[in-house]
């Protein structure tokens, strides 16, 4: 990828081998638990009929747009928790953690009450262009789903917290129980109760609310070197939170918009016809497993950084992200070479329609073909430069190949010249490869390394 060659004293790495493996390996499983358990869901939900298991995409794609900028803030948690770490100041770090929980609690549930509030316009107009028995499913789905979101913002905001201590494997554990109460209540609901799609949301919000507890008491717990205060008032430090909003409003911002053209996107989708809404929403839940290693890079790779620029060392910040990025590309090779050897095999579990199957495997062998090297570059890579702060360059560069080549390319490949759902992925993969181009050219530079956070 064209990086230079980075030496440096091995015997005073911040992270081993066995450091880095016990971060990104429980990552891994844990995004591999919550691709399986939105297959699942998926495929218990298409029982219920293709309308709603398109009326449930089109409603996780709205609540995609909050809960991203959620996960947003909980990385500029991250990221100044873990800056301190690298300084070794403990205290500062408890400090960030507080702050960065109790704002995160506050911000979800205004989230929660905004959604509520555009409901009529999210389901009559966003989604208008989809078929009334569609619209049907996705008001139901909406009204449980909405409820989850400060849960899922407790849980997101505690899992972060003890990533940056390098602890991934409770997070893990927690999604663990969080996914199989999900399945669990979603059988329940859905196949002995005859709840339907009312029973797949109720599912989603009990699980939510279940792991925000369990990860919110451990989080309480004093024996760890990061740890929330045991109280309910809450006094805000407005220059500590300054710090952790100046890492985490521009990644929430380009989050949003990310997710805000997703949205638009999903009003082309729709247009194609519920046979595409229901081939995009099972190619996202499989296309999750075709990222699966990077998504986990993507996350862990914050965690390392951070410490690595806390401690004032970029020769391994440098070496660090060689050889994650590499790291990810050989395991998106090997993975989808699998998933793509079984595709016929896994779309079958869903209960397709013939046209649905067809157009889901045109998109998955699309995507598992470009991803491989691709995707590590396009949102591995820039996770360095959030680490150390620069959000703002990572913002805008993101923002612009979304919206103008992103939506322009979907647009146009998928509605001028035909290529329906096709030409919505395609454009995805062009995004991609843009940014990706960018966010190498700002990391030669080598700017990202004059940031200060803290």
Known sequence: MGMKKTKIDKS?????????????????????LTALVGIVITIMVAHVGEVA????????????????ALIALTTGGAVIAGQ????????????????????????????????????????????????????????????????????????????????????????????????????????????????????????VLISRIVSAIIIIAYLCKGDQLLSLSR??????????????????????????????????????????GTYSIAANAVGMSIAMFQMLPGMAAATGIITVIARCVGAGDYEQAEYYTKKIVLLTMVSLAVLN?????????????????????????????????TCIVIWPLAFVLPGTLRAAGDVKVVMVISLITMWVIRIGFSYLLGDFFSMGLLGVWVAMVIDQSVRSICFIVRYKTGRWKLIRSI
């Open 12 to 32: 005073k790495l911040l992270f081993s081998n066995k450091d880095l493996a016990t971060l990104l390996i429980p990552l891994g499983i844990e995004q591999f």
């Open 53 to 68: 298991v398109s009326g449930v995409a089109l409603v996780d794609t709205v609540i995609f747009l909050f809960m991203w």
């Open 84 to 203: 301190y770490l690298g300084q070794k100041n403990i205290q500062k770090g408890c400090e960030a953690t507080d702050q960065m929980v109790w704002f995160t609690t506050f911000l979800g549930i205004g989230l929660m009450l905004l959604m509520y509030a555009s409901r009529g316009f999210i389901v009559n107009v966003v989604f208008g262009a989809a078929d009334q028995e569609v619209l049907v499913h996705a008001n139901i789905f909406f009204i449980y789903v909405t409820a989850s979101i400060p849960f899922i913002a407790l849980y997101n905001a505690g899992a972060a917290i003890f990533r940056t201590m390098g602890n991934s494997k409770l997070p893990m554990l927690i999604s663990l129980v969080m996914n199989v109460i999900n399945i669990a209540a979603g059988y329940l609901f859905i196949f002995v109760l005859n709840m339907g799609t009312q029973g797949a949301g109720l599912a």
């Open 231 to 272: 109280t309910l008032r809450y006094r805000p430090d407005w220059q500590m939170i300054k710090r952790v909003l100046r890492i985490g409003v521009p990644n929430g911002l380009e989050n949003s918009m990310f997710q805000l053209g997703k949205i638009l996107l999903i009003s082309l989708i729709a247009s194609f």
């Open 337 to 369: 070479g699998f998933i793509l050897f079984f595709i016929s095999d896994l779309l079958s579990l869903y209960n397709l329609s013939y046209e649905t199957k067809r157009i889901a495997t045109e998109v998955l062998i699309f995507h598992g073909i």
